[in-house]
Structure formats: C-alpha cells, structure tokens
C-alpha cells in the first residue's frame, strides 16, 4: 500500500492541527458567544446573535473542522505507519472523533437550529419561550463539554498513553 513520506506527514500533520484549531477554536467561539446573548436590546439582535453561531458552527468554521479531522485522521490511518488499531490513543481518538461529530449532528445543531429558527419568530421574547431556554441550556452545558473531551483528545494526542498495542499482547 502507498505510505507518505516525511513530507507528506508533515505536511498533513499541519493539515490536522489546522483542522483540530478550527473544530475546538469554533467551539470555544460559540460558547464565547453565548454569553453576548443577556446584552441583546432586541429581537432582531438577538436573532442575529444566534445565525451568526449558526454560521459559524454549521458552514464557517467548526463542521469544517470536524470533518477536516475526520478525513486528515483517516488518510493517516491508512497512508502511515501509524494504522487504525495499532494504538489505544488512536482508538481513544477514533472513537472521540467520531462520537463527537454524531453528537454534534443528532444535538447539538439541532438545538442550535432551533434557537435561532424561535429567536427569528418570537424576537425577545425568545428569552422566556421554555423550548428556546431548554435548547440554549443543553446546547451551552454540551457544547462546554465536548469542547472540555475535544481539549483531553489533544493532550491524548500530544502524550500517547496506552502506546503499541499490538507488542502488549505478544507478551
């Protein structure tokens, strides 16, 4: 099978750094943004505020960088040494990536989705409206931790515990 060379990894390891900073960048963001919403003076601002974490989340910023991962980390998996298996940090990053990118698909854009579709129909009222709290609550409280979960996979990436496991179990 066709292997990279130094090159090459290098140059797709830039890849997947630059993927990961927009996938954990774009979510800090939005969390950030979060907390412009109490200053809204009215409704179409706080709409505003909420297409723009849209924006940023779903075409800007952050799926992007979620699939970038994605796809940097398969072409390392099969176009290097490094494998799918062979490593339990990279199954740790497999199984992070891939949860984190479904999670983010089936609940946190949805809740997203909904917050802006209510913030566009009821204005401030919005911010009394028990569906649009709720979705803010859930999308606020999981966004925090999977930006948290997307931060630790970076340290597991960085240190690589539970290194070759292919060598443990030939022992």
């Known amino acids: 099978m066709l292997k990279l060379g130094a090159g090459g990894q290098k140059?797709?390891?830039?890849?997947?750094?630059c993927t990961?900073?927009?996938w954990i960048g774009g979510g800090v963001a939005?969390?950030?943004?979060?907390?412009?919403?109490?200053g809204a003076t009215d409704g179409r601002e706080l709409y505003g505020m909420n297409?723009?974490?849209?924006?940023v989340d779903m075409?800007?910023?952050?799926?992007?960088?979620?699939?970038?991962c994605l796809l940097t980390g398969l072409v390392y998996s099969?176009?290097?040494?490094?494998?799918?298996?062979?490593h339990g940090w990279l199954i740790f990053k497999w199984v992070v990536t891939v949860s984190a990118i479904v999670f983010g698909t089936v609940c946190l854009g949805p809740w997203e989705t909904a917050m802006m579709h209510i913030s566009g129909e009821l204005g401030m009222d919005a911010l009394r409206d028990g569906a649009y709290l709720y979705n803010q609550k859930m999308n606020f409280i999981w966004g925090l931790v999977q930006v948290a979960v997307l931060v630790a996979t970076v340290f597991v990436s960085v240190f690589k515990p539970w290194k070759n496991l292919r060598k443990k179990s030939e022992r």
Do not use: D, E, S
């Open 11 to 17: 140059w797709l390891k830039g890849l997947h750094l």
């Open 20 to 22: 990961a900073a927009c």
């Open 30 to 38: 939005l969390i950030l943004l979060y907390f412009l919403k109490p």
């Open 51 to 55: 297409r723009a974490i849209h924006h």
């Open 59 to 68: 075409a800007v910023v952050v799926v992007p960088g979620a699939f970038g």
């Open 78 to 86: 099969l176009f290097t040494g490094f494998g799918f298996f062979r």
